[in-house]
């Protein structure tokens, strides 16, 4: 048997060994969880930086991060938590664009400058730019309709006291044209098509404005008189463009010329004011489309 002396160095052996196991496994176990710079977060907003068994242990404060907000969320609420809530969630609606247009467009304009994709409403920029140029097309339309519509006065309603007005009425909505397209030039490629509308919309005013004129205290005699005018109006564009607008529209730095007008109607003129128009009889009007090479 052993002595106690004995039995005291196997159990310190024993210990050793098992000191010895535990550590190496330790040592492995380290080895594969600290391959590289790791941290470990613990609770609270203290953080334990551990980079290995073989580095020192520091403690050290965390700073929170902000959370990510969309650039426009924070206009339309009162808080910051409200749009950071809708932001991080993605299901704010883009409604501030009929909310306020005015406080829409200043964001979006923000928005674009400082290149933040994320918050930029899409569609309704996309709308709106094309808008910009409905305007525009709309505008010219208009003005253009109007001077057909007191053309056609001004050729078969032939009130004298009325000519006069009819026809600066013509010369101002001619510089409203020639401004328009001069300041878009790329408008230019759908003159037919506008030419088109303006003619409709000009050819019914004219039809509404005459009726009115023969009945202007009655309006249920306005309608008959609008069926007749609409009868004896014609119903394909009389006139050129040129005669219309008073320039070619393609020819360099041309202006209009409140010397051109269509034949009928400077008959009408000289006739009513005593003016010398020139009476132009034109022929086959030519493709309201720019000639190849022409420089816009």
Known sequence: MLGFAGIRCRRRARLCEYTTSNLQKRARRERQAFSGPKRVVGKGPWKLD????????????AIPQPRPIAYNAGMAATSMKEPAAEAVAGA???????????????????????????????????????????????????????????LLKIEHYRSPEDVNHWRREVLGHRRKMHRTLRRHRGMKGQLGEMLAEAWGDGRQDAVDAMAEYD????????????????????????????????????????????EIWPAPVARVLNEALGTNYPVRERGPERSL????????
């Open 50 to 61: 551990y980079r290995g068994p073989d580095s020192k242990i520091s403690l050290y404060r």
């Open 92 to 150: 704010r609606p883009r409604d501030l664009y009929f909310e306020d247009a005015w406080s829409w467009s200043r964001e979006q304009v923000a928005a674009l400058r400082q290149r933040d994709l994320g918050a930029i409403d899409w569609d309704n920029v996309i709308e709106e730019i094309e808008d910009v140029g409905k305007r525009h097309y709309e505008r010219w339309v208009s003005n253009c309709g109007n001077a057909i519509a007191h």
């Open 215 to 258: 009945a202007p205290d009655d309006p249920a005699a306005q309608g008959p008189r609008g069926r007749a005018w609409e009868s004896r109006l014609p119903a394909e564009r009389p006139y050129h463009f040129e005669d219309i607008a008073g320039y070619d529209p393609f020819k360099k730095d041309a202006e209009p010329d409140p």
């Open 289 to 296: 489309v720019p000639e190849t090479g022409y420089s816009r």
